[in-house]
């Protein structure tokens, strides 16, 4: 199984960004999949999630601004970033949780790179 992000990019202060990941390869199904951010020197820590049927939730600091969705025709899911703020700035890691023949597999992409100017 591999994921495919893309869309980061720099962007000014309350501009938006909308990046998006795809997932590949061989597996029976897709469980929640989900956004994250770093920023070097801290941990890694979830933006937003959403499960198979829709269920979302955000980090405080998403919430308002920031909606995830996702395709489960496509294997795609997409975080639209609103009113963007330079504490934004991180690398952004998509995550998925892969149903194989072998079990549950838990799989991250490779990140990409939002930058928020002030």
């Not at 199984?1 to 000014?12: E, T």
């Not at 489960?72 to 899911?77: D, L, M």
């Amino acid at each position: 199984v591999q994921l495919q992000a893309s869309g980061g990019g720099l962007v000014q202060a309350g501009g938006s960004l909308r990046v998006s990941c795809a997932a590949s390869g061989s597996f029976l199904g897709i469980n929640v999949m989900s956004w994250h951010r770093q920023v070097p020197g801290k941990q890694r820590e979830l933006v937003a999630g959403i499960s198979p049927g829709g269920t979302t939730n955000y980090a405080d600091s998403a919430k308002g601004r920031f909606t995830i969705t996702r395709d489960n025709t496509k294997n795609t899911v997409d975080l639209q970033m609103n009113n963007l703020k330079p504490e934004d700035t991180a690398v952004y890691y998509c995550r998925v949780g892969a149903r194989t023949a072998r079990g549950l597999l838990d799989v991250w992409g490779q990140g990409t790179l939002v930058t928020v100017s002030s």
